[in-house]
């Protein structure tokens, strides 16, 4: 059973940083696409920034050059560290794996982690 637990979120003051983290459980982590997403209030989610299984990434232009993601497949982890956060990084962030389940693709989620930055 794939698992994906989210932790490091919290309340941050604005310019400051967190780090996220998303161990990954009951797959083999290293094949696949990982990604981070957040959802702020009444809006849609989002993708924030994703990972291959090569470490090749890509990021939404809001968080360019403030985010980094990583992985440690030695770990089954992901990470999102997150610095000169703004108000606009509110937003519950959730971690997310595609994973070949047959016949198709499938996205899998964590429960979220809640972000709040204060400005």
């Known amino acids: 059973q794939v698992q994906l637990v989210e932790s490091g979120g919290g309340l941050v003051q604005a310019g400051g940083s967190l780090r996220l983290s998303c161990a990954v459980s009951?797959?083999?982590?290293?094949?696949?696409?990982m990604g981070w997403y957040r959802q702020a209030p009444g809006k849609q989610r989002e993708l924030v920034a994703q990972?291959?299984?090569?470490?090749?990434?890509n990021y939404a232009d809001a968080v360019k050059g403030r985010f980094t993601i990583s992985r440690s497949n030695a770990a089954n982890t992901m990470y999102l560290q997150m610095n000169s956060l703004k108000s606009e990084d509110t937003a519950v962030y959730y971690c997310n794996a595609v994973i070949f389940t047959p016949p198709s693709l499938k996205d899998y989620w964590g429960q979220g982690t809640q972000v709040t930055v204060s400005s």
């Open positions: 990972i291959t299984g090569g470490s090749s990434t």
């Open positions: 009951g797959t083999m982590f290293s094949s696949h696409v």
